[in-house]
């Protein structure tokens, strides 16, 4: 049994050689060309609302804000900010911890009153970078 290489070498040695310029050994391989892969999620806009954010997994979330980036509807630090992993565990505007740990890519989730609250968390604080960015995301979130 013979093992060949499916390497190339780009060397005037190897191309240059007789015995490597025309070999049948490599001669029938063709390569299949498919069409591309489906997307995974797709929003359907028969209306003019998006989907259900008060229910929506983390997974799903990052995909429509994917298309909606590409599309030009949210800028790249709103995208950015929605596609980071959520953290294991958030404080509510009243103090309290919430665990997300449970929080999966499968799993539903309440979005729209997560940026809310941590919306006017960053308020109450006074950290204008985050309060901008969490605005435009309940924004997006809410239209």
Known sequence: MEIFSV???QSLLFKNNPNNAKSSKTSDIEFETRAPAPVSFQIDDNSD???????VSPGELRNYARQSFDSGVIDQNTYAAISEPLPMHAIDPLGNVIDLSS???GT????????KSQL????SIGDPDEVQTLKSIVDFLDS
Request: aromatic letters at 20%.
């Open 49 to 55: 609302e998006g989907p259900d954010f008060t229910a």
């Open 7 to 9: 390497r190339s070498s």
């Open 108 to 115: 539903s989730f309440n979005f729209l009153d997560y940026y």
């Open 103 to 105: 929080v999966t890519d």
């Open 120 to 123: 006017q968390i960053a308020t």
